[in-house]
């Protein structure tokens, strides 16, 4: 779970792969750096895979509405890769997001990101009709997947 202790851990792994692929965009830095306000006070969650001892990976809950969530901000170090914390991230990231009670999970992502775009469908996403107002958010070009939890 998430602790200021983190912040940084959650902002670093991020801004990582989104260095490599893409840029860092103003709605990711929003984000990044205020996760306390702009995901958990908002009634999301951030949080943590640890691996041998430190944070591997990270991912976000954002509460879009009172039955509607998105995944994001889902990253793992470089160096542990490889170790299905992704998938590990991916997994309780849904658990959560049924005890949170939200019946869709949505989430944004790259056709660029083909290992990525593969773990989503596996997990028992599809691609859905774009929602151009979710869409817009990034000026990257991003696909919309969704999950229907109910």
């Known amino acids: 779970e998430y602790a200021d202790e983190y912040k940084l851990f959650f902002r670093d792994l991020n801004y990582q792969w989104l260095e490599k692929f893409f840029s860092v965009e103003e709605k990711d830095k929003k984000l990044l750096h205020n996760p306390q306000e702009e995901i958990i006070d ?4 951030v949080i943590f895979a640890r691996y041998e001892g430190t944070i591997a ?5 954002i509460k879009l509405s009172d039955k509607e969530c998105e995944i994001a901000k889902m990253a ?10 992704g998938r590990k991230l991916m997994d309780a990231s849904i658990e959560r997001c049924r005890e949170m009670r939200f019946n869709k ?3 944004l992502t790259s056709s660029k990101l083909v290992k990525a775009v593969n773990m989503y469908e596996t997990a028992g996403f599809k ?11 990034y000026s990257r070009k991003t696909i919309m997947m969704e999950m229907n939890l109910s």
Do not use: D, H
Not at 42 to 45: D, L, M, N, S, V
Not at 76 to 85: A, L
Not at 127 to 137: F, G, Q, R
């Open 57 to 61: 990976g990270t991912a976000a809950i």
């Open 127 to 137: 691609t859905a009709k774009p929602n151009e107002n979710i869409l817009n958010e």
């Open 42 to 45: 908002k009634g999301g969650a």
């Open 105 to 107: 999970i949505i989430l």
């Open 76 to 85: 793992v170090n470089p160096k542990f890769q490889g170790k299905q914390i």
